[in-house]
């Protein structure tokens, strides 16, 4: 039987996590506020990657431009 048991705490996939679950529970009132359910399965890397690929195909500018200026554009 395999067992696991996380010796460091601050290893980088358990940080990520922590960071993505605090994020996520930051975003849960803005989503909900107009929608009455969200699908969790566009929040996986593959569905954030393909957004933002569109995003950047958009303009060519967004490949220089800096997250805030992408988050402006965006919305």
Partial sequence: MLALCFIDPHKPS??????????????????FEKKKFVLLSRFNQDALENYFSQVRRMTILLQWTSCTRTRDVIS
């Fill in 14 to 31: 358990i940080t990520g996590w922590q960071v993505t679950l605090s994020a996520f529970l930051l975003l849960v009132p803005e989503l």
